[in-house]
């Protein structure tokens, strides 16, 4: 996996699933599934490791096309949520999507959706565009799996207290974060954060 892969994926989430579904529907959540990720409404959106796949059925192969001709492509207008946050993928309609390790990233965060549907029992895990990672919040603490980035450079999962905690569990500034690849069990890291976390 590249950070030009992270990039690639970031600014799909953002730029042709979040962006078009805010337009359309007026939520920015995207979630986890059909071998990939998704959007959670109006256009029904879906990014594999090898394509965008419409609704409809019609698929898009992402292999050396555009941000923007895979948009075209797939019949939205390209571009992120606007006046919604001050950062996000730092992609471009331009950018060519790069591929190389991309199913890394999509397994790990299956891997992290099923493990924090275990975890919280009724609260759907987002996976939001601006930071491209997925969670959820329980009892003031966050969950979740980021695709990578400044902290760790490939797939980690956290979890994230709202009030800073103390101890041999939290590893880094804003809570305890660990590769995916280094966790066998994600639940009970989880639930090992959430038993930290209350204690």
């Known amino acids: 996996m590249t950070n030009l892969t992270r990039r690639s994926l970031h600014g799909l989430a953002e730029l042709v699933l979040a962006g078009p579904q805010y337009r359309s529907s007026g939520t920015i959540r995207l979630g986890v599934g059909g071998g990939g990720f998704r959007t ?24 050396g096309r555009t941000l923007g001709e895979v948009a075209a492509a797939a019949g939205v207008a390209i571009g992120a949520p606007e006046n919604l946050y001050p950062d996000g993928s730092g992609a471009a309609a ?13 397994e790990a965060f299956a891997a992290g959706d099923a ?12 996976l939001w565009p601006e930071h491209f990672d997925l969670g959820i919040s329980l009892d ?37 974060a660990h590769p995916v690849r280094a966790l066998p069990d994600l639940l009970a890291f989880f639930e090992e954060g959430r038993r930290t976390a209350a204690s």
């Open 40 to 63: 959670v409404a109006a256009p029904e959106l879906t990014v594999t490791a090898d394509a965008l796949v419409r609704g409809d059925g019609h698929r898009v192969d992402l292999a």
């Open 94 to 106: 331009e950018d060519v999507v790069v591929l190389d390790g991309a199913a890394q990233i999509l």
């Open 115 to 126: 493990a924090l549907r275990a975890l919280s029992g009724d609260v759907e895990p987002v």
């Open 140 to 176: 003031e603490v966050n969950y979740g799996v980021s695709a990578g980035d400044s902290t760790i450079d490939e797939p980690y999962a956290y979890v994230g207290p709202w009030k800073a905690r103390t101890g041999d569990f939290w590893n880094v500034s804003f809570g305890a």
